[in-house]
């Protein structure tokens, strides 16, 4: 899969999606949604653009956003309320 990091240009100047951008958004949409229990810090292995949805309560939705941390790869999930 692609990466981004914080130098990887999104937007063009028009604002308009780079190509880097439309190729990595493809490429997460093509992954299938992680459903569980709980969250999946510390509890779940997956690489960055994977979403995870915690089925106790539809609306927290988790996205990971580094393969691993500290070699870890259960963290490097953010937490994303869904109103």
Same mark, same amino acid.
């Given at each position: 899969?692609?990466?981004l990091?914080?130098?990887?240009? +999104?937007?063009?100047?028009? #604002? %308009? ?12 949409? *093509? ?12 509890? +779940?292995?997956?690489?960055? #653009? %994977?979403t ?10 988790y996205? *990971? ?9 259960t963290?490097g ?7």
């Amino acid at each position: 899969m692609r990466k981004l990091d914080r130098n990887t240009q +999104v937007v063009d100047q028009a #604002g %308009r999606p780079t190509q880097a951008l439309q190729i990595f958004g493809e490429e997460v949409s *093509k992954l299938p949604t992680i459903l569980g229990t709980g969250s999946p810090v510390g509890a +779940v292995e997956a690489r960055t #653009g %994977r979403t995870y949805i915690d089925t106790t309560d539809d609306t927290k939705v988790y996205f *990971k956003m580094a393969d691993s941390v500290g070699g870890d790869k259960t963290l490097g999930w953010k937490y994303a309320a869904l109103l």
